[in-house]
């Protein structure tokens, strides 16, 4: 069958469609990392040529990429003063740790009811002890690659695929980002070492103990951050 030209035009903008949608997961996926990885921090300003430049695409795409972040909370626009990387204040933390909390036990206690699978529990106890070794090495983008990787096991094996899509774990990267360099080493040590506690309550199949475990680890990360001064936030309004 010959193609007609209205089919080739569908085909054309479809294409078009595609490339300007992979372009956009450039920018979005490009940033992302860079914050991962230290190379842009909460709060910086965000020039839009540097970017078009680092990441080979047009000032449209850009500006779609940002209004992605923006939406997903990873960026602030500001019509006057242009894009930020966002930075939280005190009781944005408060609000992100009382979401985040619920989300994450549920996904603990899924998992130890739902997963018998003794490769399954290996490889969270691997990803756990993973993050501590980044923990002592200083590693930001290898630490939250590996907490990333260390969620979306533990969230297939609970089997509740909607978690996924709920858990706001770009938004925490961003809070971990944040305060990175301001926690102290064994601070950074005992909150890794939280996930291996929660790897152990899963792979004992003991859904309360992984409840606790998660909740404990929620608890030590806000003394931790109750001990922060007032510098290491955002403030108020202009996160």
């Known amino acids: 069958m010959t193609a007609t030209p209205s089919d080739t035009a569908a085909d054309d903008s479809e294409a078009t469609t595609v490339g ?5 997961m450039a920018v ?8 991962r990885a230290g ?20 000032r449209g795409s850009l500006r779609e990429g940002l209004k992605q972040l923006n939406a997903d909370g990873i960026v602030t ?20 740790l009382d979401v985040l909390e619920p989300l994450c036990t549920l996904a603990a206690r899924l998992a130890a009811l739902h997963c018998h699978d003794a490769q399954a529990h290996a490889a969270l106890r691997e990803e756990a002890q993973t993050l501590v070794r980044h923990s002592e090495t200083g590693g930001r983008a290898a630490y939250l690659e ?13 089997g509740n695929s909607e978690l996924g899509r709920v858990i706001p774990l770009a938004r925490t990267d961003l809070f971990r980002a944040q305060f990175s360099t301001v926690q102290t080493k064994e601070q950074h ?25 998660v909740r404990k680890h929620f608890a030590g990360t806000r003394a931790t951050l109750d001990l922060l001064a007032e510098s290491a936030f955002a403030v108020a309004g202009r996160g």
């Open 20 to 24: 300007a949608r992979d372009t956009i």
């Open 28 to 35: 979005t996926e490009g940033l992302t990392y860079c914050i």
């Open 39 to 58: 190379q842009l921090v909460p709060g910086q300003h965000l020039v839009e040529a540097d970017l078009t430049q680092r990441f080979g695409v047009s």
């Open 77 to 96: 626009l500001s019509r006057f003063r242009g894009a930020f990387i966002a930075a939280l204040d005190r009781k944005g933390v408060s609000d992100l």
């Open 146 to 158: 590996s907490r990333r990787r260390f969620y979306d096991h533990l969230i297939e094996m609970g």
């Open 189 to 213: 040590r005992r909150h890794a070492r939280g996930y291996i506690k929660i790897a152990e309550a899963v792979a004992e199949n003991d859904a309360g103990k992984a409840e606790r475990a």
